[in-house]
């Protein structure tokens, strides 16, 4: 069954941008028919949608992120990765790739991620 | 954008069923996907598309939707129910398409 995991810097300083990758296995991003997604949760909070993308790299983003955010795709190491630039506190959470489902025009995310706390302090 | 509303906690005791609500502006109308989140875990999907439940989930878990509230029910509560739910729509009419509620913490007494 699929399994994703994210890895990256665990400390980014305000200002400058976060970055992580999800590491796909036991299937192929390039396989098509999903697309491939990254929500975060705020310490003790709730979830929040950031974005997808499909293997062909068309993406679409949470509007109140989407001039920060960057998503793209590397199908030859069957991984998605994350861009959050100028990042302040505010952007401190547990990040998860997820991959998505869809049918008839609704979207819903299984499965995740492990998660991986990214802090944002100098 | 679409709000997701529901109740912070519900509490049941093991055995009996729990029902968890998602409250939404004419929330019948759209598909609501269930995840179950234990502490220091990532989330689980549950129920999806109202009330299907993908591979794996247990038959007491289920799900309805109609009018303005969806409801998660648990029947039989196990200890290991014990969890953080949130409810979820992809509100596709909507330039922030992406929604969760809240979350409710459920206590299994």
């Known amino acids: 069954q699929v399994q994703l995991q994210e890895s990256g810097p665990g400390l980014v300083k305000p200002s400058q941008t976060l970055s992580l990758t999800c590491t796909v296995s036991?299937?192929?991003?390039?396989?098509?028919?999903?697309?491939w997604s990254w929500i975060r949760q705020h310490p003790g909070k709730g979830l929040e949608w950031i974005g997808y993308?499909?293997?062909?790299?068309?993406?679409y983003y949470n509007p109140s992120l989407k001039s920060r955010v960057t998503i793209s795709v590397d199908t030859s190491k069957n991984q998605f990765s994350l861009k959050l630039s100028s990042v302040t506190a505010a952007d401190t959470a547990v990040y998860y790739c997820?991959?998505?489902?869809?049918?008839?025009?609704?979207?819903?995310?299984?499965?995740w991620g492990q998660g991986t706390l990214v802090t944002v302090s100098s | 954008s679409y709000v997701l509303t529901q109740p912070p906690s519900v509490s049941v005791a093991p055995g009996q069923t729990a029902r968890i609500t998602c409250g939404g502006n004419?929330?019948?109308?759209?598909?609501v996907h269930w995840y179950q989140q234990k502490p220091g875990q990532a989330p689980v999907l549950v129920v999806y598309?109202?009330?299907d439940r993908p591979s794996g989930i247990p038959e007491r878990f289920s799900g309805s939707n109609s009018g303005n509230t969806a409801t998660l029910t648990i029947s039989r509560v196990e200890a290991g129910d014990e969890a953080d739910y949130y409810c979820?729509?992809?509100?596709?009419?909507?330039?922030?398409?992406?929604?969760f509620g809240g979350g409710t913490k459920l206590t299994v007494l």
């Open positions: 979820q729509v992809w509100d596709s009419s909507s330039d922030h398409p992406g929604v």
């Open positions: 993308i499909y293997y062909s790299g068309s993406t």
């Open positions: 997820a991959r998505v489902g869809a049918v008839a025009g609704t979207v819903w995310f299984d499965p």
């Open positions: 004419n929330i019948g109308s759209k598909s």
């Open positions: 036991g299937g192929s991003i390039s396989s098509g028919g999903y697309y």
């Open positions: 598309d109202d009330s």
